[in-house]
Each structure stands twice: as C-alpha cells, then as structure tokens.
C-alpha cells in the first residue's frame, strides 16, 4: 500500500532541518499525498529556554512565521491536498496553561518528549539513563497521553537512546505506553 500521508513533519524553524512549508507541501503533491502535517518543535517559554539547550524555533517565529505560514498554505492548496496545522511538544508542567491555547490555533499537537524532569531539572533522553529514569520518563509520557490534548506519540522507542538494552524494564515501559496510546486513542 502505497503512503498517502504524513502528519509529522518539519521545516526549517525547528534548526535541524530544511526547506519551507511550501517545499515539504509541493513534495507530498508530487508524491500524490491525500494529507501533510506541519509539526515543527514548538518553542520553549523564556524559562525553560534557560534550563534546556533544543534547537527549535523560538517564540517570535512560532508566532510571527509559523502560524500565519501554515494558515496561508492552508488556504493556497485548498482543495488540492488537506494542510494539517501541528507541534511537536513536550510534556512539562510550565505549558499547563499553554496547551489549551495551542489545541485553539493548531490542528493537532505531537507528544515528542526529548525531555523530562528528573531530581528538580530537566534531564535529555539522550542521556545515559537508569532504571529510576526510565520509570519516571514512562510516567511522564503516560500522564502526558492521558491528559487528551496529543493525537501522535512520536519516537515512542526514542528511551532506548539513553538506555542501550533491552530488558525486563524496557518491555515493562512499553507495554504502559502501549496501553495508555491505546485508552486515549
């Protein structure tokens, strides 16, 4: 079966990738895509930028580029291909407040959780991580899901970076994550 989507995509303003909205939406016409999301990494608030170095877009191009460039494609290609409007985001307490607001202006949002707050600071999953770490990133991701307001997980075996086996813990994590992707739909 041939592809005919692709809800998860970026462009330049996540810093680690190129092309623009119209480049990635001109390729999946090519291709003879029924629908694109633009999901680039949302930035951080002027808080978290302090605690955590991601290249991403920051909060002036989220607003002044970002979102009025996916409302124009929107309406430039109505009709030829359905331009979905997404984030990718991670789950931190610091955008409680700012969630609702994004499921206002933005189609969907993608949980990408690069990121979780182990002993009063936020720790990389790319970091070597424990058993202790594990857990407390598989709760994370779960009451991130459980809270309704993402529609993907992306990356969900992205834990293996920091923890490079697979054992009895790993298959535990999983099975959770599994679970909870499948009570929220």
Not at 43 to 51: D, G, N, R, S
Not at 89 to 113: N, W
Request: aromatic share 16%.
């Amino acid at each position: 079966m041939k592809i005919q989507t692709n809800y998860h995509t970026h462009t330049y303003l996540c810093r680690h990738a190129i092309g623009t909205i119209d480049d990635y939406i001109n390729r999946a016409i090519e291709l003879g895509y029924t629908d694109i999301g633009i999901s680039d990494h949302c930035p951080f608030t002027k808080e978290l930028e302090k605690l955590i170095y991601s290249k991403r877009m920051n909060m002036d191009d989220f607003i002044n580029i970002y979102l009025p460039d996916l409302e124009k494609a929107k309406q430039k290609y109505q009709g030829t291909i359905n331009v979905h409007s997404a984030v990718e985001i991670e789950y931190f307490d610091e955008f409680k407040e700012f969630y609702p607001q994004l499921t206002e202006k933005l189609d969907y949002m993608i949980l990408g959780q690069h990121y979780f707050k182990y002993e009063g600071k936020y720790l990389s999953i790319y970091s070597q991580l424990s058993s202790e770490m594990l857990e407390i990133y598989c709760n994370t991701v779960v009451e991130a899901l459980n809270t309704g307001y993402f529609k993907i997980f992306a990356h969900p075996d992205i834990f293996n970076w920091g923890y490079p086996f697979w054992d009895d813990e790993c298959v535990n994590v999983t099975k959770r994550i599994i679970e909870a992707a499948i009570n929220n739909n």
